[in-house]
């Protein structure tokens, strides 16, 4: 994993490249850690690293499968809203049953249907609006598949941020180093799926 995206020579290659990129921060930022290290929360925050891992996992998961059925809306979830928003607060815990081990996987199979739905989805595709979510706007109709992909990238890239302060917080490792020493780990998770393995 470089310390810097790829060239790009055009616009899908671009959203491809600093989506890879920004993915691939938590493979590295949660390189060596145990599951009590990657569970701990050792800043005023409450955030963990496998929490935020299990959060860009669904988030992605989220805004993809938008993405995914455009122009029209995913099917809608039949739970209780307060079911639903217990379950996106439970998004961001890494709970005791789970292990880094998991939350990297289920983050891998993520990145690469993410990857997979840039390369090959509509990017002008207009994406509903979901009226019924109390923090998307009113009055705003449709975005396009482009500002979906460019939202997941500055959401990816913003976690990323918080998961480097947790991470020095934890040991005082930080990202050039966890760069270099990730470079050896487990490679079928670095794999691009449009590169072979």
Same mark, same amino acid.
């Given at each position: 994993?470089?310390?810097? /995206?790829?060239?790009? $020579? &055009?616009?899908?290659?671009?959203?491809?490249?600093?989506?890879?990129?920004?993915?691939?921060?938590?493979?590295?930022?949660?390189?060596?850690?145990?599951?009590?290290?990657?569970?701990?929360?050792?800043?005023?925050?409450?955030?963990?690293?496998?929490?935020?891992?299990?959060?860009?996992?669904?988030?992605?998961?989220?805004?993809? /499968?938008?993405?995914?059925?455009?122009?029209?809306? @995913?099917?809608?979830? @039949?739970?209780?809203?307060?079911?639903?928003?217990?379950?996106? /607060?439970?998004?961001?815990?890494?709970?005791? &049953?789970?292990?880094?081990?998991?939350?990297?996987? $289920?983050?891998?199979?993520?990145?690469? #249907? %993410?990857?997979?739905?840039? #390369?090959?989805?509509?990017?002008?595709?207009?994406?509903?609006?979901?009226?019924?979510?109390? +923090?998307? @706007?009113?009055?705003?109709?449709?975005?396009?598949?482009? +500002?979906?992909?460019?939202?997941?990238?500055?959401?990816?890239?913003?976690?990323?941020?918080?998961? &480097?302060?947790?991470? #020095? %917080?934890?040991?005082?490792?930080?990202?050039? #180093?966890?760069?270099?020493?990730?470079?050896?780990?487990?490679?079928?998770?670095?794999?691009?799926?449009?590169? @072979?393995?």
């Amino acid at each position: 994993m470089p310390a810097l /995206a790829s060239p790009v $020579a &055009d616009e899908r290659s671009a959203l491809r490249e600093f989506l890879a990129f920004h993915q691939s921060a938590y493979l590295a930022v949660s390189y060596g850690l145990t599951d009590d290290q990657a569970r701990s929360t050792p800043s005023v925050s409450t955030l963990s690293i496998g929490g935020l891992i299990k959060h860009v996992t669904g988030m992605q998961r989220s805004w993809m /499968a938008r993405v995914a059925a455009a122009p029209e809306t @995913p099917p809608k979830d @039949p739970r209780p809203f307060e079911e639903i928003a217990k379950e996106i /607060a439970d998004g961001h815990v890494m709970r005791p &049953d789970e292990t880094l081990e998991g939350l990297l996987r $289920a983050l891998a199979a993520q990145n690469a #249907e %993410s990857l997979r739905l840039v #390369e090959t989805s509509d990017l002008g595709a207009p994406v509903p609006v979901p009226h019924d979510v109390p +923090w998307f @706007p009113k009055d705003q109709r449709a975005w396009s598949v482009r +500002w979906v992909i460019l939202h997941v990238i500055n959401e990816l890239a913003r976690h990323a941020g918080h998961a &480097d302060i947790i991470r #020095e %917080s934890i040991d005082g490792a930080t990202m050039y #180093e966890l760069i270099a020493a990730a470079e050896n780990w487990e490679p079928r998770l670095w794999v691009r799926p449009w590169q @072979p393995a």
